[in-house]
């Protein structure tokens, strides 16, 4: 079975500042996707950003990006020149081709300070 | 474009009580998926259908019955709600190939379910 981690509960960062998300993930599997749900208030699920195992190349889209290091199985998402509008309940979640089940972290919330 | 709709957003219910929330999807996704998320936490797979007529258990099943009769719709069935029921529920729906993953999946709006 997949199991996902999020060590962090909270973190808090300055607007224009960067952070990082952590995310750890066990597995067996070889192929596999991995990915970034932002969840604000509303409670809509967003998705951020998805990564391919096989895919050496670290996943970027505009100011989120992650560091995939496949050996350390570990999966973490930066936020650059965070914005008050990234306040929310993120969740790293993992994905194999079996039924395209994702697997969700418990989640971490991060708040942003004017 | 309406995407993944739930009904209802907001329910409370008594103990013992049953009810259907509805879910419907205008995409054509084959993949269906209803999700429970608990306060404080990720969610978890209830159940998921791969196609019409075809189901399977998640990780959470136990106090719910789904059904797909149509490629379109995905109710999920709570039958003698009790409060560890209480949670946020999440239908979703994707597209995949026969054996492929990646592909993105889109969830509902969620529906808030009390049991008191």
């Known amino acids: 079975a997949q199991t996902v981690t999020q060590s962090q509960p909270e973190m808090s960062v300055q607007e224009a500042e960067t952070v990082t998300l952590s995310c750890t993930y066990d597995t067996s599997e070889s192929d596999y996707y991995l990915f970034w749900y932002k969840q604000p208030p509303s409670r809509q699920m967003i998705l951020v950003i998805r990564q391919e195992a096989y895919k050496q190349q670290n996943a970027t889209e505009n100011r989120f990006s992650v560091n995939f290091q496949k050996a350390a199985k570990s999966f973490s998402l930066k936020i650059s020149d965070s914005q008050l509008g990234d306040a929310a309940m993120y969740f790293c979640?993992?994905?194999?081709?079996?039924?395209?089940?994702?697997?969700f972290g418990k989640g971490i919330t991060l708040s942003v300070r004017p | 474009n309406a995407g993944v709709t739930q009904t209802p957003k907001f329910r409370i219910l008594k103990i013992g009580q049953s009810m259907t929330l509805q879910c419907t999807q205008d995409m054509n996704h084959n993949y269906m998926y209803w999700y429970r998320q608990d306060p404080g936490m990720g969610l978890k797979l209830i159940y998921y259908?791969?196609?019409?007529?075809?189901?399977d258990k998640g990780e959470v099943p136990n106090g719910y019955n789904v059904s797909r009769s149509t490629t379109e719709d995905f109710p999920l069935r709570l039958e003698l709600a009790a409060p560890s029921q209480t949670s946020v529920y999440f239908c979703a729906s994707s597209y995949s190939r026969t054996g492929g993953f990646g592909n993105t999946i889109y969830f509902g709006e969620g529906s808030w379910l009390t049991v008191v």
């Open positions: 259908s791969v196609g019409a007529g075809i189901t």
């Open positions: 979640a993992f994905q194999t081709g079996a039924n395209s089940k994702l697997t």
